[in-house]
């Protein structure tokens, strides 16, 4: 089993910067990939980014490109989203997600892509 614990959610005012961190626990042993989710209300869950075990390869969702910054700690149990240049937009509960073993896909961006998931972060941007 794997469990997956975000923290770092809060408001901040736009314009401003959030670091979530996603604290994988568990079998982690033979991940593939971990991502990040966000879901405003009345919305779908969206993806927004992805990064990948193996080689650290980061891939993000054209709306928070140049803005957002995914990183991984060396043995990738702990992987860090940074938010810079936050607008009232990117106010959403912020979900981490974890693709194990071998899901031959290059960049998981579904929702069925991911096999566990965190309980989700509140993140709030003020105009």
């Known amino acids: 089993q794997v469990q997956l614990v975000e923290s770092g959610g809060g408001s901040v005012q736009t314009g401003g910067s959030l670091r979530l961190s996603c604290a994988a626990s568990g079998s982690t042993l033979a991940y593939y990939a971990i991502g990040w989710f966000r879901q405003a209300p009345g919305k779908e869950r969206e993806w927004i980014t992805s990064?990948?075990?193996?080689?650290?390869?980061?891939y993000y969702a054209d709306s928070v490109r140049g803005r957002f910054t995914v990183s991984r700690d060396n043995v990738g149990k702990t992987v860090l989203l940074q938010m810079d240049r936050l607008t009232p937009e990117d106010t959403a509960i912020y979900y981490c997600?974890?693709?194990?073993?071998?899901?031959?896909?290059?960049?998981?961006?579904?929702?069925?892509?991911?096999?566990?998931w965190g309980q989700g972060t509140q993140v709030t941007v003020s105009s």
């Open positions: 990064i990948i075990k193996s080689n650290g390869a980061a």
């Open positions: 997600a974890m693709v194990w073993g071998n899901p031959g896909i290059v960049v998981p961006m579904l929702t069925e892509d991911y096999d566990y």
